[in-house]
């Protein structure tokens, strides 16, 4: 029994998050024979299934998206490309959960993981501890957006939203917005709002890249290979799309050719009014739209002091390489719908290692 009297459950594995890397994770479990409840669990908060996809705005339809690619196992098929991406994924997820038998629970918020004894951690979560041999992390990033601070931002009169509070194009009409942000999201709501907003600015830190031709598989590796690097060094993982640029698509292109992406340097303060450059000039403004991505959720894992100088945690494949019980999938090299599949598949591989050599010790 622990101090809340409720007692503590054993297993072999904990997944936390139920997104494409913790579901890709729980396929692999399931196949090689691990039980759910029994031998591992899958711990998601939100209240339903489909990671953070259910949380997507409406316009966001399954077309826009840039290559979803299928859980393991099961295929996504025949999704009509005009419905939202927050209602196909999510109704394939639960699909997917149901075939195979996976018993996500949720909501339960992990809250920490700490050390227990004799080498099995401790999941601290809102419906109880679980205490376990391994940990694998499926956490995303959807929970963590990331908003930069810049001098004046607090005296802004307007309204400040986030990526992840888009509300779609239609809350923006008449309304006067600087967007922030030179990545997939911040180029998709200029495109979304130019047309209904009472004018548009796009502020970037650096000249947007627009990359032509293919994203052949080769492209598509070297850039996850530089992410990588990052993570294997203990640095905060940048974004994919951050090294491989903004495909330039016909969408793209009509928008630079009608000035919807014209982009200047970003702003040196926010005054009450707009946003100002240390030159004198300066764009009024009603929203101040961030859409400036998201961090690794994963202050759950604070007490176990995976993190390095850096501000990321060291990780080789999906381990991390303080603490071998410890995977994390989906971060880094591996936040895309593929990169979450093999992750999945490897850390699987790695703890079924890990856990034929008992006991576990750190
Ligand atoms: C707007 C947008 C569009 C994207 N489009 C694409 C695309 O087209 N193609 C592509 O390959 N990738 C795309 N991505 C990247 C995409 O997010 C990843 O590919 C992938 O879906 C992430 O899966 P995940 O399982 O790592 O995370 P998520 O889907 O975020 O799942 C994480 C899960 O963990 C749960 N969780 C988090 N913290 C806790 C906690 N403490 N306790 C319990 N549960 C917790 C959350 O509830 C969530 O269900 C996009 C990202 C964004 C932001």
Redesign the pocket.
């Known amino acids: 029994m622990n101090n809340t009297g409720v007692s503590t459950r054993e297993v072999d594995v904990v997944v936390?998050?139920?997104?494409?890397?913790?579901?890709?994770a729980a396929y692999h479990l399931r196949r090689t024979g691990f039980e759910p409840e029994r031998d591992f669990v899958v711990?998601?908060?939100?209240p339903r299934p489909?990671?953070?996809?259910?949380f997507?705005?409406p316009s966001?339809t399954y077309g826009?998206?840039?290559?979803?690619?299928s859980l393991p196992g099961m295929d996504l098929t025949d999704a009509d490309p005009d419905r939202p991406?927050s209602e196909v994924?999510p109704e394939y997820f639960a699909a997917y959960e149901r075939a195979f038998d996976l018993r996500v629970r949720?909501?339960?918020?992990?809250?920490a993981v700490r050390e227990g004894a004799g080498g099995r951690l401790l999941v601290e979560?809102g419906a109880g501890t679980w205490s376990t041999r391994a940990l694998i992390n499926?956490?995303?990033?959807?929970?963590r957006p990331f908003w930069p601070r810049y001098p004046g931002q607090e005296t802004f009169r307007g309204r400040q939203l986030h990526?992840?509070q888009y509300p779609g194009p239609e809350w923006f009409a008449g309304r006067r917005v600087v967007v922030v942000g030179g990545g997939?999201?911040g180029t998709?709501h200029l495109m979304e709002i130019a047309g209904s907003a009472a004018a548009t600015t796009w502020v970037t830190r650096h000249p947007p890249v627009f990359r032509e031709g293919p994203f052949t598989e080769e492209f598509g590796r070297a850039a996850v290979a530089l992410v990588e690097e990052r993570v294997r060094q203990g640095l905060v993982p940048r974004?994919?799309v951050s090294v491989t640029g903004l495909p330039l698509n016909d969408a793209i292109r009509r928008a630079l050719a009608d000035g919807v992406l014209d982009r200047l340097p970003m702003f040196d303060r926010i005054t009450p009014d707009g946003v100002e450059w240390a030159d004198g000039r300066r764009v009024d403004a009603d929203v101040i739209l961030w859409a400036t991505?998201?961090r690794a959720?994963i202050?759950?894992l604070a007490p176990l002091r995976l993190r390095e100088r850096g501000g990321g945690i060291r990780v080789e494949g999906t381990r991390a390489v303080a603490d071998p019980r410890i995977h994390l999938?989906?971060?880094g090299p591996?936040?895309?719908?593929?990169?979450?599949n093999r992750a999945g598949r490897a850390a699987v591989r790695e703890v079924r290692r890990l856990l034929a050599t008992a006991p576990v010790a750190v």
């Open positions: 936390v998050g139920a997104g494409q890397a913790g579901l890709s711990l998601d908060h939100a489909g990671g953070a996809w259910q997507r705005w966001l826009k998206v840039h290559g979803m690619h991406s994924v949720r909501p339960v918020d992990v809250r979560t499926a956490t995303g990033t959807w929970d990526t992840a997939a999201s998709q974004s994919v991505g998201f959720a202050d759950h999938v989906g971060y591996s936040a895309s719908t593929v990169g979450a």
